[in-house]
């Protein structure tokens, strides 16, 4: 099975900026959907963004949009999320994923790490 770890989540100031990363282990070698999803207290699980690791084609949700970027080192077997001008709606539990295919639906990714701790104060 795959194992997915994050780290890079932290305290920081509203318009500040934090990358976040994704680390693989498998021993599977076929391409994959990579997610970033976050979690507020009370709140639903919401879809971040997703890289295909075949081609890196790179999807967005609405509220992230033009603020966050998602990027593949695959020679690392690292996902990564660039996140900017940060809000404190941004304030949230960030969790990478993988899927065989594209979606952005929680339950549709088999694969999860243990989640990073973001913070953003007004």
């Known amino acids: 099975q795959m194992q997915l770890v994050e780290s890079g989540g932290g305290s920081v100031q509203t318009g500040g900026s934090l990358r976040l990363s994704c680390a693989a282990a498998s021993s599977a070698h076929y391409n994959l959907y990579m997610g970033w999803f976050r979690q507020a207290p009370g709140e639903e699980r919401e879809w971040v963004a997703t890289?295909?690791?075949?081609?890196?084609?790179?999807f967005y949700g609405d509220s992230v949009k033009g603020r966050f970027t998602i990027s593949q080192d695959n020679a690392k077997r690292t996902t990564y999320l660039d996140m900017n001008s940060l809000n404190p709606e941004d304030t949230a539990m960030y969790y990478c994923a993988a899927a065989p295919l594209f979606t952005t639906v929680a339950q549709d990714y088999p694969y999860w790490g243990q989640g990073t701790q973001v913070a953003v104060s007004s």
């Open positions: 890289i295909y690791t075949g081609d890196e084609s790179a």
